[in-house]
């Protein structure tokens, strides 16, 4: 469970919305309620998402807020305005892999995090980059992928997902959607949230979701300066491989030190150079962070390095074509935050 784990694109994914698979459930589904329509992966680097994005399919289903008014072009007369109305609605195409599924749970993850006053009294969230690849690590909640393998169906959501031209398409067809459904769900749905040293079941307040959303904000644009390093300087995943490597190194002198042991034989030598290995491990590991917090001073230590070996990961194959992925994840990271940010000064 420690390697490959999703998430951060999806977020953050994209990474915060970026994350599929090609392996698909054989499911079967009863025509008469299905409400959302697949959409194909799209050709590398489009200048646009594809017209469904914007026009969407006949399949329209409704994921507005419960508070939603309805928008009018003319006036309308006091007896009419008595009536009950509409909410406005947001179409949305469902992609064949990531599926809608996936936006709800993301909404789920960012709620069951937040905490209205955490132990230090102040408004808290515990949703970070790290702890959203643990989440996904666990289940790919929202994927349609089939299967009893869980890293070899990371894999697969990886292929899918992780470059340019399918985040920012996965990205303009839910971002709407996920922040009505946030929201709505924050304002609307019961859950149990941290309160000082107890919890509470209930929705959250405006002012709540005001914090939330901002709070959120600030760990999406912390994510997004790290991706954007990503992209704009590869030696810094180059000196993550150096680090996998120091790894490997130290568990090599361990075994011979295990095996001198074993032996009978003296350990000073094998000992020393474990000693060795070691500290070359952990002086890499300092020049990662160091390099990092050049750009993202707020950023804990632990956070840095663990975004730094999954993005190393990510890199394996095609690492020219996934170091564009990384700036493309990056975008749609800092416009989601930017999301955030307008919809709490929106609340009233």
Not at 214 to 231: C, K, M, Q, S, Y
């Amino acid at each position: 469970m420690k390697q490959n784990r999703t998430a951060l694109i999806l977020i953050s994914c994209a990474v915060l919305l970026a994350v599929g698979a090609f392996l698909i459930l054989n499911r079967s589904r009863d025509e008469s309620s299905a409400v959302r329509q697949e959409v194909a992966q799209p050709a590398a680097e489009p200048a646009k998402a594809p017209d469904w994005v914007d026009k969407g399919q006949e399949a329209k289903p409704d994921y507005s807020a419960a508070t939603a008014e309805p928008e009018t072009t003319t006036p309308v007369p006091a007896a009419e305005s008595e009536q009950p109305k509409e909410p406005k609605t947001i179409e949305v195409t469902e992609d064949k892999v990531v599926t809608f599924t996936f936006v709800e749970s993301l909404a789920d993850f960012l709620l069951q995090r937040f905490q209205p006053r955490g132990p230090n009294g102040k408004p808290d969230t515990l949703a970070t980059a790290v702890a959203l690849n643990r989440y996904y690590g666990r289940e790919l909640d929202g994927f349609a992928v089939s299967g009893n393998d869980i890293r070899a169906s990371r894999k697969a959501v990886y292929d899918y997902v992780f470059n340019p031209a399918m985040i920012k398409t996965l990205y303009e067809l839910y971002a709407p959607a996920f922040m009505v459904h946030l929201v709505d769900t924050a304002a609307n749905t019961e859950r149990e949230y941290t309160v000082g040293n107890a919890t509470e079941t209930r929705p959250l307040t405006t002012e709540e979701i005001k914090v939330m959303l901002r709070l959120n904000a600030g760990r999406i644009e912390r994510t997004a300066e790290v991706l954007h390093a990503f992209a704009d300087d590869p030696a810094i995943l180059e000196m993550a491989g150096k680090y996998r490597r120091a790894a490997k190194a130290v568990e090599r002198a361990n075994g011979q030190l295990q095996t001198a042991m074993a032996d009978g034989k003296d350990t000073g030598a094998a000992g020393d150079r474990l000693k060795q290995a070691i500290l070359f491990r952990e002086r890499t590991r300092g020049e990662i962070v160091t390099q990092l917090r050049r750009v993202c001073q707020a950023c804990p230590e632990s956070e840095l390095f663990h975004l730094s070996q999954w993005g190393y990961r990510r890199t394996l194959d095609q690492p020219e074509e996934k170091t564009k992925t990384f700036g493309a994840a990056a975008d749609v990271l800092d416009d989601l935050a930017a999301r955030f940010r307008t919809k709490a000064e929106e609340l009233k």
